[in-house]
């Protein structure tokens, strides 16, 4: 039993306990838990559990309202659906010193190359900003 669970652990390193022991037992193995554990601790195999990883703390701080128009733009996304049940949704671009909405962009689908190719678009009107602001939000992860 010994040598066939160090050929398991040698074959699949990253595997924890609980894997290792489902494998066992849908193999044929009759080695209850306990005793299955006491072998996996004495050959070193127990892995520590990494602790959450805590962020720092924010300190939030007021917006600063922007002195001028193009000098800091926001920029979101929405979504919506139709009556037919399909999801839309929309790329919000707005100068927030005048709250003027440069462009909004529709679709059912708004991949990086299109958010680019509009950002690219409404600064060959307006001229590139100082800032762009954005919300946390999964979208602008990348």
Do not use: C
Not at 36 to 60: A, D, F, Q, S, W
Not at 64 to 70: E, L, S
Not at 111 to 124: S, T
Not at 130 to 139: C, H, L, T, V
Request: hydrophobic content about 40%.
């Amino acid at each position: 039993m010994v040598d066939q669970f160090t050929a398991l652990v040698e074959h699949h390193r990253r595997w924890g306990f609980d894997k290792m022991m489902d494998w066992l037992r849908g193999h044929g193995f009759e080695w209850n838990h306990k005793r299955v554990y006491r072998v996996y601790r004495e050959m070193g195999l127990n892995r520590r559990i990494k602790p959450k990883k805590r962020l720092p703390t924010r300190h939030p701080q007021p917006l600063a309202q922007p002195t001028a128009a193009n000098r800091v733009w926001s920029m979101d996304f929405m979504s919506d659906s139709l009556t037919d049940g399909r999801a839309i949704r929309t790329l919000n671009l707005i100068d927030d010193f005048n709250r003027e909405a440069l462009y909004i962009e529709v679709d059912t689908s708004l991949p990086a190359a299109r958010v680019i190719r509009v950002l690219d678009q409404v600064a060959a009107e307006r001229g590139y900003p100082r800032a762009i602001r954005s919300d946390n939000g999964p979208e602008f992860i990348a």
